[in-house]
């Protein structure tokens, strides 16, 4: 065995999550295999070993130039990955967040002309380079949280000239963030104004030439449809969403967010990778999707932020066999968030996953969600070696405390991006709780 250059020991509960390959579903979906006492070790960002601190000692070969972090007891899982957001935009909407919490809603805001047209607007009087420094910064703050790989739409373009600005600052980042970036195309997120007199002809625009033009630049892995009421009907969402498969371009789709609009069965239909936020999903719906192996995102904070009671029914999923991930839905509009880790405890707390079922869907289902799950998401030899060190000495504190950063340390293809180089910032383990 070569000598290794990281390893990563004294792990109170190392969360492998080493299991079959693909996505979890069921009872499985609970299933971390925790190591306790445990240890991980690479080389040249990629894990090498996992196993208790005795196993990996005997199985590796360490220097004088290993980087040695010591958890101090702590929690190790794998780095979160965040499968749905919309992370590239030019202005933020507090102005319309306040006039939510006064009682209008999502909808009549956006009939108003706010919403995502008003971040079209702003995004394409925006430069490459505002869009750039803006997105930098969203994904510095979703590090810092423990999110090391992330899914970024465009759809606040809505031209092919803006699309293709907002896809090429997505392959910037991808390029140059810690963070792994994977692009998504979403032309059709909304009709923009020029085209809201003749929404079909807007349609064949996105399947005839956007999406050959993004595809043709290897610009984007997936072509994501906002199929809803008022937006894109099911038959408009087909046609787009085929037209990427054409290209190259894997679905995924915003399904069933607002009401029962057969997303569902559309991605069923299609051969989606992910059905995303499903809050309205009907129970034939959910049936169809644990069929094709869908993996359903859930968005909570989508469903708090707009001040909505009735969240996703992830109890239903998880008991129909569909694989449940989590995302932050990471918007000026609907979610203003970063935090994977918000995202988990909203899981357990109101959509009743429990801290195993919430964990797994913010790490191995949601890697399958974006096609990388034989890369990421678990900590198994041969996977690209991101984790996260916690503040915390029981992987159900996760979820539990909430509101703050527990995350202490990130590390990122073998390097360690966020957090002391020693591990803990505290000595010993966290509070008692
Ligand atoms: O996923 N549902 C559509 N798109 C976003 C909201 C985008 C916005 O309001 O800017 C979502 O919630
Ligand atoms: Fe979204």
Same mark, same amino acid.
């Given at each position: 065995?070569?000598?290794?250059?990281?390893?990563?020991?004294? +792990?109170?509960?190392?969360?492998?999550? *080493?299991?079959?390959?693909?996505?979890?579903?069921?009872?499985?979906?609970?299933?971390?295999?925790?190591?306790?006492?445990?240890?991980? @070790?690479? $080389?040249?960002?990629?894990?090498?070993?996992?196993?208790?601190?005795?196993?990996?000692?005997?199985?590796?070969?360490?220097?004088?130039?290993?980087?040695?972090?010591?958890?101090?007891?702590?929690?190790?899982?794998?780095?979160?990955?965040?499968?749905?957001?919309?992370?590239?935009?030019?202005?933020?909407?507090?102005?319309?967040?306040?006039?939510?919490?006064? !009682?209008?809603? #999502?909808? *009549?805001?956006?009939?108003?002309?706010?919403?995502?047209?008003? /971040?079209?607007? /702003?995004?394409?009087?925006?430069? =490459?380079?505002?869009?750039?420094?803006?997105?930098?910064?969203?994904?510095?703050?979703?590090?810092?949280?423990?999110?090391?790989? =992330?899914?970024?739409?465009?759809? #606040?373009?809505?031209?092919?000239?803006?699309?293709?600005?907002?896809?090429?600052?997505?392959?910037?980042?991808?390029?140059?963030?810690?963070?792994?970036?994977?692009?998504?195309?979403?032309?059709?997120?909304?009709?923009?104004?020029?085209?809201?007199?003749?929404?079909?002809?807007?349609?064949?625009?996105?399947?005839?030439?956007? +999406?050959?033009?993004?595809?043709? *630049?290897?610009? @984007?892995?997936?072509?994501? $449809?906002?199929?809803?009421?008022?937006?894109?009907?099911?038959?408009?969402?087909?046609?787009?969403?085929?037209?990427?498969?054409?290209?190259?371009?894997?679905?995924?789709?915003?399904?069933?967010?607002?009401?029962?609009?057969?997303?569902?069965?559309?991605? %069923?239909?299609?051969?989606?990778? /992910?059905?995303?936020?499903? $809050?309205?999903?009907?129970?034939?719906?959910?049936?169809?999707? @644990?069929?094709?192996?869908?993996?359903? $995102?859930?968005?909570?904070?989508?469903?708090?932020?707009? !001040?909505?009671?009735?969240?996703?029914?992830?109890?239903?999923?998880?008991?129909?066999?569909?694989?449940?991930?989590?995302?932050?839905?990471? &918007?000026?509009?609907? /979610?203003?968030?970063?935090?994977?880790?918000?995202?988990?405890?909203?899981?357990?707390?109101?959509?009743?996953?429990?801290?195993?079922?919430?964990?797994?869907?913010?790490?191995? &289902?949601?890697? =399958?969600?974006?096609?990388?799950?034989?890369?990421?998401?678990?900590?198994?030899?041969?996977?690209?070696?991101?984790?996260? +060190?916690?503040?915390?000495?029981?992987?159900? %504190?996760?979820?539990?405390?909430?509101?703050?950063?527990?995350?202490?340390?990130?590390?990122?293809?073998?390097?360690?991006?966020?957090?002391?180089?020693?591990?803990?910032?505290?000595?010993?383990?966290?509070?008692?709780?």
């Amino acid at each position: 065995m070569a000598a290794v250059d990281l390893i990563v020991r004294n +792990i109170g509960q190392l969360v492998t999550l *080493e299991g079959p390959s693909g996505p979890r579903a069921g009872p499985a979906q609970k299933e971390l295999a925790i190591v306790r006492r445990g240890a991980v @070790a690479a $080389v040249d960002g990629r894990i090498v070993a996992v196993g208790t601190e005795g196993e990996v000692t005997e199985a590796i070969e360490s220097t004088p130039d290993t980087l040695v972090l010591d958890a101090g007891g702590a929690v190790v899982t794998p780095g979160f990955v965040d499968p749905h957001t919309h992370a590239v935009f030019a202005r933020t909407r507090e102005d319309e967040f306040a006039m939510r919490v006064e !009682g209008k809603s #999502y909808e *009549e805001i956006a009939e108003a002309g706010g919403g995502i047209r008003s /971040s079209v607007r /702003s995004l394409r009087a925006a430069s =490459a380079d505002d869009l750039l420094t803006r997105g930098r910064a969203t994904l510095d703050r979703m590090l810092t949280h423990g999110t090391t790989t =992330a899914e970024v739409k465009s759809g #606040y373009g809505l031209s092919l000239e803006a699309e293709l600005k907002t896809l090429r600052v997505i392959d910037t980042l991808a390029r140059t963030h810690d963070v792994d970036v994977v692009p998504t195309f979403l032309g059709a997120h909304e009709f923009p104004d020029e085209w809201r007199d003749d929404r079909d002809g807007y349609v064949v625009h996105v399947a005839d030439e956007m +999406i050959p033009a993004v595809a043709g *630049e290897g610009l @984007a892995k997936f072509c994501d $449809v906002f199929c809803e009421e008022g937006v894109f009907t099911f038959e408009q969402s087909r046609r787009i969403l085929l037209a990427g498969v054409d290209a190259g371009l894997a679905p995924k789709i915003h399904a069933d967010e607002l009401h029962a609009s057969g997303g569902a069965e559309l991605a %069923a239909m299609v051969g989606a990778v /992910s059905a995303d936020h499903l $809050v309205c999903v009907s129970d034939d719906g959910i049936v169809k999707l @644990a069929e094709a192996g869908v993996v359903a $995102v859930l968005l909570p904070g989508t469903t708090l932020s707009l !001040g909505k009671t009735e969240f996703a029914r992830a109890r239903a999923m998880i008991e129909a066999g569909v694989p449940v991930a989590l995302a932050t839905d990471c &918007n000026p509009g609907s /979610s203003m968030t970063e935090s994977m880790q918000i995202i988990v405890s909203l899981a357990s707390m109101m959509l009743r996953m429990t801290p195993a079922e919430a964990i797994t869907a913010a790490t191995v &289902n949601a890697a =399958a969600a974006v096609g990388l799950d034989g890369e990421i998401g678990t900590l198994a030899p041969g996977k690209l070696c991101d984790l996260v +060190i916690w503040e915390v000495d029981d992987h159900r %504190a996760i979820p539990y405390h909430y509101g703050v950063n527990l995350a202490t340390s990130v590390v990122k293809r073998g390097r360690v991006v966020r957090g002391h180089p020693d591990g803990r910032k505290t000595p010993g383990p966290a509070p008692a709780h």
